[in-house]
């Protein structure tokens, strides 16, 4: 059973920064999966942010292009969202999903394994 767990929000003024950090089991998940991150504002449809292949190629929406940076380190299982120039448009509950595919989706509705979710707020 995949597990995915995120952790590292929380609040910021506009123009701070914050870095998501999603731990996945079994430890296959962040080399043969395709990991995404996925937000959802208040009273919004769930929104793709970015995502990287199992290959490593990374794609961003246009509004955190720039801004959202993500990685991902295999031997800690971990994938991150490194987040700058935050502006109060960014809050959300951010989601990191995954999907068993060589290829990745903007699509949310295509992840089948998701997380929690973690809270970004970000004040003007």
């Known amino acids: 059973q995949v597990e995915l767990a995120e952790s590292g929000g929380g609040s910021v003024q506009t123009g701070g920064s914050l870095t998501l950090s999603c731990a996945a089991s079994?430890?296959?998940?962040?080399?043969?999966?395709?990991l995404a991150w996925i937000r959802q504002a208040p009273g919004m449809e769930r929104e793709w942010v970015g995502d990287?292949?199992?290959?490593?190629?990374?794609r961003y929406e246009p509004s955190v292009e720039g801004r959202f940076t993500i990685t991902k380190d295999n031997a800690r299982n971990t994938l991150y969202l490194h987040m700058v120039s935050l502006k109060p448009e960014d809050t959300a509950i951010y989601f990191c999903?995954?999907?068993?595919?060589?290829?990745?989706?903007?699509?949310?509705?295509?992840?089948?394994?998701w997380g929690q979710g973690a809270q970004v707020t970000v004040s003007s």
């Open positions: 999903a995954s999907r068993e595919d060589i290829f990745c989706s903007r699509d949310p509705g295509r992840y089948t394994f």
């Open positions: 079994p430890s296959y998940v962040t080399s043969k999966y395709c």
């Open positions: 990287m292949s199992r290959d490593g190629n990374v």
